[in-house]
Each structure stands twice: as C-alpha cells, then as structure tokens.
C-alpha cells in the first residue's frame, strides 16, 4: 500500500476589497493506493466541501465531485501535470472558486 499526500496552498486577501496582504493558507489530501488503484481518501475539512466521490484518479488529473451538506454541491481539480488545483463550490446558488498550488508531500 502506498500513500499520496497532496499539500494545496492558495492565497486569501486578508482584505477582502483588496489584493494587499495576502495570506497563504493550505488543505491536505490523503490518498491510499492498493495495487494502483485508491483504497481510500480523505480531504482536509478546511476545504468547507465535504466530497462525496472521486471522480477520476489517474497520472494526469484527480476529480472528487458532490458534498455531504444539503443545498451544496463541488469539485476539486487537482492537474498533477502543473500542479494545479481549482475547487469549485456551489452554496444555495452561489458559487465560490479557489485555485492554487498543488504540491505532492509524500508518496
């Protein structure tokens, strides 16, 4: 079994009416790899989606779509080739996208 450890770190103003101050700020995702395919996986909660499938795993690309919570649904992109990630969040209508670094921590 072998596990990939993937560190997203994106970049929030600490104002939100400006681009001056940014901050970082950075999510984890686990993934447990059995015989090349994922036996499990987990993405850190600061995210504020709770995924409910991955999608695609694959050399190039990591998809998870859905949510856990009511009225809300999402995906998180991770392009392994640049890496890059984008999420996607739909809240009531309203969306909300964050994209950034995606670095592989451990594997």
């Known amino acids: 079994m072998k596990r990939v450890t993937i560190k ?3 970049r929030t103003a600490e104002n939100p009416r400006s681009s001056h101050n940014l901050l970082e700020d950075d999510f984890i995702v686990d993934l447990q790899i ?4 994922v036996a499990s996986w987990a993405v850190d909660d600061r995210t504020a989606c709770f995924y409910t499938d ?3 795993y694959d050399a190039t690309e990591i998809l998870f779509e859905g949510s856990e919570i009511e ?3 999402g995906s998180l992109h991770i392009d392994c080739k640049s890496k890059r990630f984008t999420q996607k969040s739909d809240v009531n209508g309203e ?6 670094n995606a670095e592989f921590v451990g594997s």
Do not use: F, V
């Open 54 to 56: 991955l999608a695609n």
């Open 34 to 37: 059995d015989d090349g395919k």
């Open 95 to 100: 969306w909300l996208e964050l994209t950034g």
């Open 71 to 73: 009225g809300q649904t």
């Open 8 to 10: 997203c770190t994106y």
